[in-house]
């Protein structure tokens, strides 16, 4: 065998170390390697994942302009928590948790101080959704005084939140009261809420965008049935609203609702940069009506890393990075890109609706039932019509031959005998490759209903 350095031109691509001997995974290696050997060697494993692009399970956005991948692969090296070593970054992480508050129509912004918005960036929604019911059960324990520590309390949601709920109501000892879905019916109700709430309430949970469907609670009803409640009985229970899907959809297709600050009861408000935000995760938001709703308890100051900092995280160390994509996405679009972006993205989502709906099997029948054509948020959500011998399970399945991945999954409690599929259109999904997912959907039925076989009943994949 000829010797060849391992630095000639000549040397094979797949020659050495990476293609004669395998590389420990499960401990560290003996051995150092080339940069240019374990980039190839973790590239190639790579590939054996599915497409982003194609992955219509996810509301994580998947796509950004090429200009804001380069900013944020500028600052991976710059620690979020490091702000008086990092003025400029910190400067601009208060400027989106502003402009985020000014979109939700928060009260603390006032005209001599603007910087004044209450509220922090996060790693996603799931870390801001821990804060904001934080500072709802501090608020809930001042009211009770010392009477706190001999009771329990308690936040009122939907069967069909995010599992990040559950996590903190268990986590910080608060007890979850779960309202039920039915079929049919897929968000929670006012006559739900005021059956469910009591003096040890923290708060009610309304969300805007489901997961399970991208449909929207009815927020401002909530509000006005406490309002009622409050005047009633002097029983006052605040609301925070899960917007980690909608909230930056509706300001700008549904301009009309009501259903942020701007309804007194609404103390807290989360949203995910990336999700409709645009951003590449993971970044989020809370943000509090005004500084009463956030106790001061729950900020912690410390000077180690130069200055004096206030925190509120569960996170310490994490990269500026997604910030800097956060604040590239609002300048680079506004107010008027974002509404273009998201008209897009929900014209796209009910012209896929309404494909759907429109499918027919060999004896003329419709295949699917749509339960959310895209109208709320950019999402649709459809079960299987009476009478196919497959199931949502056997096209999620088979989709993946395709290289799609649309999730199939039961719904919540109360509802579990509907399993349905769901697309998550975000930027990227163009309005080719709706045409493409709807001829493959068409092939793929168009192949059950030849052989009508259920081999995937029992399986279920959802994701997030």
Known sequence: MPNVSRHSSLTPAYT?????????????????????????????ELMLDGSSRLNLATFVTTWMDPEAGELMSETFDKNMIDKDEYPVTAA????????????????????????????????????????AGL???????????????????????????????????????????????????????????????????????????TTFTGELEPVGEICAALDTLAAEKKLDIPVHVDAASGGFVVPFVHTDLVWDFRLPRVVSINVSGHKYGLTYPGIGFVVWRNKEHLP?????????????MPTFTLNFSRPGNQVIGQYYNFLRLGRDGYTTVMHTLADTAQWLGRELAAMTGPDGDRVFEVISDGTAIPVVAFKLAEGP??????????????????????????ATDVAVLRVVVREGFSANLARALRDDIRKVLDKLAETGIAQFSDEQHFAH
Request: aromatic share 10%; glycine share 6%; net charge negative.
């Open 16 to 44: 050495g170390r990476q293609s004669t001997l395998p590389v420990p995974v499960l401990r560290l290696p003996d051995d150092s390697i080339e940069p240019d050997q374990a980039y190839r060697l973790i590239h190639d």
């Open 296 to 308: 001061e308890e729950l900020v912690f100051r410390v000077n180690y890393l130069g200055g004096d």
């Open 389 to 414: 011998r497959y199931t949502v399970f056997d096209i999620s399945a088979m989709l993946r031959s395709f290289g799609w991945q649309v999730p199939a999954y039961t719904m919540p409690e109360n």
């Open 92 to 131: 601009i992480e208060q400027r989106c948790v502003c402009m985020v508050a000014d979109l939700f129509h928060a009260e603390d912004l006032r005209d001599d101080d603007p910087s004044s918005a209450i509220g922090v960036s996060t790693v996603g929604s799931s870390e801001a959704v821990m804060l």
């Open 135 to 209: 500072a709802m059960k501090w608020r809930w324990r001042a009211r009770q005084g010392d009477e706190w520590k001999n009771r329990t309390p308690n936040l009122v949601m939907g069967s069909n939140v995010q599992v990040v709920w559950e996590k903190f109501c268990r986590y910080f000892d608060v007890e979850a009261r779960y309202l039920p879905m039915e079929k049919g019916r897929y968000v929670i109700t006012p006559e739900q809420v005021l059956d469910a709430v009591d003096e040890d309430t923290i708060g009610v949970v309304a969300i805007l965008g």
